[in-house]
């Protein structure tokens, strides 16, 4: 599996963007790329995913490297609520066992107010 | 919707003594799958089922047993319990293996003495 490689920690302040890191220079040209975060004392959640082109969504939006050998998911506007460890995932839905979301260590990022 | 539903949320055993932990979902997902976290770690894969009847081994098989015999449940059933046992299980569920976004339960807290 292609590994995923994320800063242990960031901190910003609120109602200030965030920009989350990730390298993948390894990826695939089937990997799928999925960011996941998870909130204190709680189940990861969904938060974006994409393949080559940027997306966004009302949570976030997720900037993908013309090389796709790195990812930035950007929170426009951090609240205190975003304060969570983010995991960034590669995937290959062509394969079978896809599902399996392989978690690394994540970043942890601190909203100060 | 109730979503991806565990119990129970804490839980304390002996050594040797078994348990199920018990993972229900109400969006009449296909697949569903077992994680555990331990402290500071992302999470790893126990057992993954792609439908009723069929169940198969993730990363760290070892010591659980699952069965799915209802679409609905995904029981993770612990034989003899082990302090290397101690941690948060998480279940997850997601429509069917090509569907991008898994949806995680709260999570049981398990510490095993």
């Known amino acids: 599996d292609a590994k995923t490689t994320q800063p242990n920690s960031m901190e910003s302040n609120e109602e200030e963007p965030v920009h989350l890191p990730c390298n993948h220079s390894?990826?695939?040209?089937?990997?799928?790329i999925h960011w996941y975060r998870q909130l204190p004392s709680q189940g990861p959640e969904y938060v974006i995913h994409?393949?080559?082109s940027n997306v966004n969504n009302r949570m976030a939006s997720l900037a993908i490297a013309e090389d796709r050998k790195s990812s930035t998911l950007i929170l426009h506007r951090a609240t205190l609520r975003d304060a969570a460890v983010y995991y960034c995932?590669?995937?290959?839905?062509?394969?079978?066992?896809?599902?399996?979301?392989?978690f690394g260590q994540g970043t942890r990022l601190t909203i100060n107010p | 919707n109730a979503g991806v539903t565990q119990t129970p949320k804490f839980q304390v055993l002996k050594t040797g003594q078994s348990m199920t932990l018990q993972c229900a979902q109400d969006?009449?997902?296909?697949?569903m799958s077992w994680y555990r976290q331990d402290p500071g770690m992302g999470l790893r894969l126990i057992h993954y089922?792609?439908?009723?009847?069929?169940?198969d081994q993730g990363e760290v098989p070892n010591g659980y047993n699952v069965s799915r015999s209802t679409t609905e449940d995904f029981p993770l059933r612990l034989l003899s319990a082990a302090p290397s046992q101690t941690s948060v299980y998480f279940c997850?569920?997601?429509?069917?293996?090509?569907?991008?976004?898994?949806?995680f339960g709260p999570g049981t807290r398990l510490t095993v003495l």
């Open positions: 997850a569920s997601s429509y069917d293996l090509y569907t991008d976004t898994q949806y």
């Open positions: 390894t990826i695939s040209g089937t990997d799928y």
């Open positions: 994409g393949l080559t």
């Open positions: 995932i590669l995937r290959d839905l062509l394969i079978q066992g896809a599902q399996k979301l392989v």
């Open positions: 969006m009449n997902h296909e697949y």
């Open positions: 089922s792609v439908g009723a009847g069929i169940t």
